[in-house]
């Protein structure tokens, strides 16, 4: 007899839930809290925190999509390392001269100039002053010293980071390397 109770009870029950549901008008929210999460303003305060901000701090050690660490310091002996070992991921099938030219002109030409001279537009108008060529004798510049460079900046030269991707920054750098081999011919 208990159990046919307990039958009776439980399809009491599903019928009940069954029939709340009604394709004509939005269903019944059981748990509201499940649907409409609370919204919190980024930078208001919020007692639910610790430090008392609705505002999150990344977890120590995430990354962001997309981004790739790069492990050298910008320092004069991450520059040195780069320079002596840092090497091109990019093999002779994905080097792409024509696309590094295009970004060398968008992004480098201004103060290098468009043959890597150091006579671009801004250092003819003497905006910028000082800017070598690559092919002055006493700048030994590698694949390596260049992304980096890039990478970084570098005296007055500031940073192309959020400019160019990684690849756009190797293919770069072999078009710069190509354009000291045409100036040392």
Not at 78 to 95: E, F, I, N, Q, W
Not at 101 to 125: E, F, S, T
Not at 141 to 160: A, F, P, V
Request: charged share 25%; glycine share 8%.
């Amino acid at each position: 007899m208990k159990s046919l109770i307990k039958i009776i009870t439980i399809v009491m029950v599903l019928v009940a839930v069954v029939s709340c549901k009604k394709d004509t008008r939005p269903n019944y929210q059981f748990m509201p809290n499940m649907y409409e999460s609370v919204g919190y303003e980024t930078y208001n305060e919020n007692a639910m925190f610790e430090n008392g901000m609705a505002s999150r701090v990344p977890a120590e050690g995430s990354v962001p999509r997309g981004f790739v660490p790069f492990d050298i310091d910008n320092t004069i002996e991450g520059y040195d390392l780069a320079k002596a070992t840092l090497k091109s991921p990019l093999d002779s099938t994905k080097v792409d001269i024509e696309r590094g030219k295009a970004l060398y002109d968008i992004y480098c030409g201004i103060c290098h100039g468009n043959q890597g001279d150091g006579q671009g537009n801004l250092v003819k108008r003497e905006k910028i002053l000082g800017v070598p060529a690559y092919n002055d004798a006493g700048r030994a510049i590698t694949e390596g010293s260049i992304y980096h460079t890039i990478h970084y900046g570098k005296n007055t030269m500031g940073s192309y980071v959020n400019q160019l991707s990684i690849e756009e920054r190797w293919q770069v750098v072999a078009y710069v390397l190509q354009l000291k081999a045409d100036l040392e011919k």
